[in-house]
């Protein structure tokens, strides 16, 4: 069936470095994208979110891209931390109007000092 | 964004015995609130949906007479995990939908561990 999914499983990288990570789905007609920060043994932490309007969004340190022709998200965090050190969720909301969100598999994101 | 609490964070129990979850909105009214399931090293699946004062909407695959979902007023919905076994052992977590609604906040998880 139609999931999200995610290429790499882990991501190393030195602190200061900038980190991209990335999911791609299936669903077309998905119309609202979040990714999440997840650190061990807590619950998902909202970090920014686009519709499917739009094909880039800021806030700090983090940028979400949104290509829609080839159905790719991605997360890029400038100057990674090891705070930054965390799993990394996509979720897409399929259903336009419903708070229904649908997971990608995540990636483990560790930052090395 | 909604603060969201659940207890316990950590509760272990006999195989056969029932575990009741708790998952509060602290400063938000949740007329929906959602229940996840998380095994290690895996991402998030939706259990079920609950909408206060209603049913909750179980997904595919998972027995609502095993996992009772109580949603009785806009800050506070029930997990209740009956007769619980070695493989219900997971990580058990909420979410409420926000004023947006395709926003979701989550709560802190709570670790389920059956003996």
């Known amino acids: 069936g139609e999931s999200v999914g995610l290429h790499l499983p882990t991501l190393s990288v030195q602190e200061g470095d900038n980190s991209i990570i990335n999911c791609a789905y299936s669903?077309?007609?998905?119309?609202?994208f979040i990714w999440y920060k997840q650190e061990s043994g807590k619950g998902p932490q909202f970090i920014i979110d686009?519709?499917?309007?739009?094909d880039k969004r800021q806030g700090q340190r983090v940028t979400v891209l949104l290509n829609k022709t080839v159905k790719h998200l991605s997360l890029q965090i400038a100057a990674t931390q090891p705070g930054d050190s965390a799993v990394y969720f996509c979720a897409e909301n399929r259903r336009s109007g419903y708070s229904t969100l649908t997971f990608g598999k995540g990636t483990m994101l560790l930052v090395s000092p | 964004g909604a603060v969201v609490s659940q207890h316990p964070s950590r509760v272990i129990c006999k195989s056969g015995t029932s575990v009741k979850i708790e998952c509060r909105s602290l400063d938000f009214q949740a007329t929906t609130m959602f229940w996840y399931r998380q095994f290690p090293k895996k991402s998030l699946m939706l259990m079920a949906t609950s909408n206060e004062g209603s049913k909750a909407t179980y997904e595919q695959g998972v027995e609502k007479d095993k996992f009772l979902i109580n949603h009785a007023s806009l800050t506070l919905s029930t997990l209740t995990v009956t007769s619980a076994h070695p493989e219900d052992s997971s990580f058990y977590i909420c979410s409420v939908a926000g004023a947006k609604r395709d926003e979701q906040f989550f709560g802190p998880g709570t670790r389920l561990t059956v003996l």
């Open positions: 669903n077309s007609a998905s119309d609202y």
């Open positions: 686009i519709r499917s309007n739009m």
